[in-house]
């Protein structure tokens, strides 16, 4: 039997007892005679569509864990991962990126994203939306998220940072991000503080590219260095690597490294994964990558090889495979040309049975199913969340004071928009928005593209926009001709003739594209519940309580006119 590193679980953020570290013990030695089973807990599967094709399949792979996306069958959910968990020899890590809005669970409380909950700026309100989302998690099975993320707003064109952060201010990052860990963590659910060593500096987004981090290390330790410091002392129980490079933290490291060395990303990276976050930040929890297949690191090295370099550089889990039979074989092959150690494979097994140890997923059951139904979307989370939903519609400018209104006083409304934008979604989906104004006694047409229009037949011209910085967007912008689709009409600005407004559900920086916009409303979200929320403000049914959580004015300083 290999020898396992087991003192690493007594201390932070692990603190095992005698009797959690014999079962990391007993589990580790019942694997040591399966190489490949031994190997497939270093795995981590995402489980995409009908919850039925996935039971058998998991039961034949083994991994370490599973990222379930969810569809909006809540019974289905629970029954599939209740049968995965109770069919596994060794408890499933069953993970999920619980981010609020189009990442809430489809069948749990629309609650607000992270930058939502950051204008609202009450820590007592994200412990709260917290709450929520760990409970609901746990109602349907899962016990890890890929939360909080500690990235930082400073690119202003990214589209993959702002809306799933908490700003561009790291003492209210760190204030939001440490409370979402900690009532994710009291809650039974690990927490994982992301995107290692830092995203938010570089305006594109490693699925699709290698990005890069380009701070000194100086300005790197008073931001993201006190994040990630501030999250290891508070015992957080996984860091995920990510595939972004960190050129002066490797030279300061390696001086004699070249341009292509110290570009590396993190996630392939010993010096940025094992040398500075294992040994210099002293993080002994879990680091899992970010996902494998991502193109930030396939740009770098072929898939299958980085996979195995992931390991090699420290990190305990590889997110996602495609062909995990593949993979293992690749990583015994390592192993067995020695490019790998055992050392290696089994400090990160310790890791990762210690942090089920942890959980404390080898005692648990699932529970009554209906008990735990009736947790998911109830009465009162939805209170709860609406009231957070309130505290974060922006009035980030109105020059000639347009707000509140009223269907007596701007009646003819002239909605133009190209709907919710998701790239998890599929088709742009219509607002609720133009209904709920209908509803209040607003007479409002929702413009389509390529037709001419005269704003002096309205007394009021709304645009709308819903994009939240996902996945694989690479740019957002405001994109007239989209919107008019028309390239005369893109070029018409109706706020001399007609009262003028943009309401952003989702990206922040539009004033970029749109200086002179007279009246801006920024809120983050596109869900049905934050439209609601900004239409109470638009007619003065509640007050915009929102503050900027970033510089909406992209350091314009005529975007404020």
């Known amino acids: 039997m290999a020898r396992l590193p087991l003192h690493l679980l007594r201390g932070a953020p692990f603190h095992l007892g005698d009797d959690d570290i014999e079962w990391v013990s007993r589990t580790a030695e019942q694997l040591d005679g399966d190489l490949d089973q031994k190997i497939a807990q270093l795995f981590v599967l995402g489980l995409h569509g009908p919850a039925h094709i996935w039971a058998d399949q998991i039961g034949n792979l083994r991994p370490g864990g599973v990222t379930r996306f969810f569809s909006s069958d809540a019974t289905a959910e629970m029954d599939l991962l209740d049968t995965l968990q109770q069919s596994a020899a060794v408890p499933l890590l069953v993970s999920a990126d619980l981010e609020g809005s189009r990442m809430s669970l489809p069948f749990g409380t629309q609650v607000p994203n992270p930058l939502a909950l950051s204008a609202g700026d009450d820590v007592d309100m994200t412990r709260?939306?917290?709450?929520?989302?760990?409970?609901?998690?746990?109602?349907?099975?899962?016990?890890?998220?890929?939360?909080?993320?500690?990235?930082?707003?400073?690119?202003?064109?990214?589209?993959?940072?702002?809306?799933?952060?908490y700003g561009s201010d790291v003492d209210r990052i760190e204030r939001h991000a440490m409370a979402q860990a900690d009532e994710f963590q009291k809650a039974g659910i690990a927490a994982c503080l992301k995107h290692w060593p830092g995203e938010g500096y570089d305006d594109r987004d490693q699925h699709l590219v290698t990005t890069v981090n380009p701070q000194t290390v100086e300005e790197w330790e008073a931001s993201f260095g006190r994040l990630?410091?501030?999250?290891?002392?508070?015992?957080?129980?996984?860091?995920?690597s990510a595939h972004i490079a960190f050129p002066a933290m490797i030279k300061e490291m390696e001086p004699w490294c070249s341009v292509e060395e110290a570009h590396i990303p993190a996630s392939l990276s010993p010096i940025l994964t094992r040398d500075l976050l294992r040994s210099r930040l002293m993080f002994n929890g879990v680091i899992v990558s970010d996902a494998s297949e991502m193109a930030g690191a396939t740009s770098?090295?072929?898939?299958?090889?980085?996979?195995?370099?992931?390991?090699?550089?420290?990190?305990?889990?590889?997110?996602?495979?495609?062909?995990?039979?593949?993979?293992?074989?690749?990583?015994?092959?390592?192993?067995?040309?020695g490019s790998l150690g055992h050392a290696r494979l089994n400090e990160a097994l310790t890791r990762v049975l210690g942090l089920k140890a942890k959980l404390g997923l080898h005692k648990q059951t699932a529970g009554d199913k209906d008990a735990r139904r009736a947790r998911l979307n109830t009465s009162q989370s939805q209170s709860v969340a609406a009231a957070a939903f309130a505290k974060a519609p922006t009035l980030v400018k109105d020059v000639d004071d347009l707000f509140p209104i009223t269907p007596r006083t701007h009646n003819r409304v002239l909605v133009v928009s190209s709907g919710v934008v998701s790239p998890l979604h599929g088709a742009p989906m219509p607002l609720a928005l133009p209904d709920m104004m209908r509803a209040k006694g607003f007479e409002v047409e929702v413009y389509t593209p390529g037709q001419p229009f005269e704003p002096k037949e309205f007394d009021l011209v709304l645009y709308l926009l819903a994009e939240e910085t996902l996945l694989t967007r690479g740019r957002?912008?405001?994109?007239?001709?989209?919107?008019?689709?028309?390239?005369?009409?893109?070029?018409?600005?109706?706020?001399?003739?007609?009262?003028?407004?943009?309401?952003?559900?989702?990206?922040?920086?539009?004033?970029?594209?749109?200086?002179?916009?007279?009246?801006?409303?920024?809120?983050?979200?596109?869900?049905?519940?934050?439209?609601?929320?900004?239409?109470a403000a638009m007619v003065g049914d509640a007050p915009f309580a929102g503050t900027n959580p970033v510089d909406p004015f992209c350091g314009q300083e005529i975007a404020k006119y």
Request: net charge negative; aromatic share 10%; charged share 20%.
């Open 476 to 535: 957002i912008f405001l994109d007239w001709l989209r919107l008019l689709g028309d390239f005369r009409f893109a070029m018409k600005r109706p706020w001399h003739d007609v009262p003028t407004a943009l309401v952003s559900f989702g990206f922040p920086y539009y004033l970029y594209d749109a200086p002179r916009m007279p009246a801006v409303i920024n809120a983050y979200a596109t869900s049905d519940e934050m439209q609601a929320a900004v239409l």
């Open 128 to 165: 709260d939306i917290s709450r929520i989302m760990a409970d609901e998690g746990r109602a349907v099975g899962v016990n890890w998220t890929f939360t909080p993320v500690l990235d930082i707003n400073a690119a202003f064109r990214s589209a993959i940072v702002a809306t799933r952060g």
């Open 228 to 240: 990630y410091r501030a999250g290891i002392a508070q015992g957080t129980l996984s860091i995920m």
């Open 300 to 337: 770098h090295m072929e898939a299958g090889a980085a996979k195995v370099q992931m390991l090699r550089a420290g990190c305990d889990m590889i997110l996602f495979t495609g062909d995990l039979p593949g993979d293992i074989a690749r990583v015994r092959g390592a192993l067995d040309e």
